[in-house]
């Protein structure tokens, strides 16, 4: 078994892995938060995960300025969501 980098995981797949890594790998899961969020900005996936990236940060976290980041970002965005 190779491990390779180009190998992508459709977004929707990566959103709920992103989820389920939350409990116990907070950081691998907003790694992939941040990775969806950068290369599928376009699909609802990737909207959704600078949503819980901003949720992340700010009440699990305590990270308020990386929190407000994702947010204003988010609004940037996604004017009309």
Do not use: M, W
């Not at 797949?13 to 992103?18: G, N, Q, T």
């Not at 116990?24 to 819980?52: C, D, I, M, W």
């Amino acid at each position: 078994l190779q491990h390779d980098d180009s190998a992508e995981i459709p977004a929707d797949v990566a959103l709920k892995l992103a989820a389920h890594l939350e409990a116990g790998h907070l950081q691998q899961s907003l790694f992939t938060y941040q990775v969806l969020a950068s290369k599928h900005g376009n699909l609802p996936e990737g909207e959704h995960a600078l949503l819980r990236l901003a949720i992340l940060y700010g009440q699990t976290l305590g990270r308020t300025d990386q929190a407000l980041q994702c947010l204003d970002e988010f609004l940037r965005r996604y004017p009309h969501s």
